[in-house]
Structures are given as C-alpha cells and as structure tokens.
C-alpha cells in the first residue's frame, strides 16, 4: 500500500469471512485494462420479441475476441474442479459463472 499511497487502491468487494478457494457458484467480471474493447462491438440490437439477451444483441469479436472465448472454454482442462456455466464477452469486459467442486481429500 506504501508504494502506491493508496492512490489506485480501491476496497474490495470480497466477503472477509468467506474462503473464495472452497466449493461454490461464482459470478465472475474480468475487465480489460483502461476498458478498452479489445474484444469486439456490439451489433444487431432488437428490441422486439426477446427470447434472450442473445436476440437482443450480438458481439461481432475480434480476434482477441474469440481467443478469450476459447481461453474461458479451456478453464476446466487447467482446473478440472472448475464446471463452466453461462458466460457472455462484452467489448470490454467477460462476465461468467464457475462452479468450483473440489474433492473433500
């Protein structure tokens, strides 16, 4: 903190008794530095007959993109306690739910 001044320090968000490494369902954020969108724009906003929020609009990704789809896709080849569920990319950010089941050993 001393090395900063506490100037780009922001207080976390996380619970203080909860151990974020035990089993669980996790809504994940992960943004790309200064926002940037690195991943794509968004295209094709409907605003009638939503069946889901694919309908309402769609990412036309980037290279960079579709290689952080393919990177959330692998997680659980690195962690196989990880199970995936929905994710969403976003020009400039990820959002995605992970379940961690580790075994009780």
């Given at each position: 903190?001393?090395?900063?001044?506490?100037?780009?320090?922001?207080?976390?968000a996380r619970l203080k008794?909860?151990?974020?490494?035990?089993?669980?369902?996790?809504?994940?954020?992960?943004?790309?530095?200064?926002?940037?969108?690195?991943?794509?724009?968004?295209?094709?906003?409907?605003?009638?007959?939503?069946?889901?929020?694919?309908d309402f609009a769609s990412?036309?990704?980037?290279?960079?993109?579709?290689?952080?789809g393919q990177y959330w896709?692998?997680?659980?080849?690195?962690?196989?306690?990880?199970?995936?569920?929905?994710?969403?990319?976003?020009?400039?950010?990820?959002?995605?739910?992970?379940?961690?089941?580790?075994?009780?050993?």
């Amino acid at each position: 903190m001393d090395k900063y001044k506490h100037k780009y320090r922001i207080s976390s968000a996380r619970l203080k008794c909860w151990d974020y490494g035990s089993n669980g369902a996790y809504f994940v954020t992960i943004c790309t530095k200064n926002k940037e969108c690195y991943f794509g724009e968004i295209e094709n906003v409907e605003t009638q007959n939503l069946a889901s929020l694919q309908d309402f609009a769609s990412l036309r990704a980037t290279e960079i993109g579709k290689i952080a789809g393919q990177y959330w896709l692998a997680i659980p080849t690195h962690f196989p306690f990880v199970a995936l569920d929905e994710y969403m990319i976003m020009p400039n950010h990820v959002h995605g739910i992970l379940f961690f089941n580790k075994s009780e050993n």
